[in-house]
């Protein structure tokens, strides 16, 4: 039996939207987070659920579903914060919570396990996707995480002490 290089595993966190199985690569992933209470952004995108206080920074929070054309997330025992630490132009780190139905697990790919994005028949914009995954005989949609959320929507966010409104997302 052939030993596999480190360097040919691939690691995804893998987690549920909509009844279908998502990944993204877990050096994009901060950490998980159990539902919180949101606070909303007024005149914010439709899929911009608000901002989280993660131990005194501001991060603002997407909702999957919206941003794929699905209804909003609905709170539920399982509903995580998904926070993703993302590189931008200049080096500059930003951190971005992504809501989701449920995570699911860290899976362990080959490379020769992810295929190219399919050009037609995907239910997410396949700009966000970077591949698709075989896992146990499954197939799942691998995200980039650094199109979930471009740029210029990001920098429409500006946060400063005492700018955000207090209304919030009651949890259920």
Do not use: W
């Not at 132009?89 to 790919?109: E, M, P």
């Amino acid at each position: 039996m052939t030993k596999v290089q480190s360097d040919d595993v691939l690691q995804y966190l893998t987690f549920e939207e909509n009844n279908e199985v998502f990944g993204i690569d877990i050096h994009c992933i901060k950490e998980v987070l159990g539902i919180r209470e949101i606070t909303n952004l007024p005149c914010s995108n439709a899929f911009m659920r608000g901002v989280i206080n993660l131990r005194g920074q501001v991060v603002p929070v997407i909702d999957l579903k919206t941003k794929f054309g699905f209804e909003p997330t609905d709170f539920t025992v399982d509903t995580c914060i998904i926070i993703l630490e993302l590189e931008r132009q200049g080096g500059k780190v930003t951190l971005l919570g992504a809501l989701t139905d449920s995570v699911r697990d860290v899976i362990d790919l080959l490379q020769e396990d992810v295929s190219p994005p399919p050009e037609v028949g995907a239910s997410v914009d396949s700009a966000f996707i970077y591949g698709i995954g075989k896992f146990n005989g499954e197939f799942f949609v691998i995200l980039d995480a650094h199109k979930l959320c471009a740029h210029e929507e990001l920098s429409d966010i500006t946060i400063t002490p005492g700018s955000v409104a207090v209304e919030t997302q009651p949890l259920s």
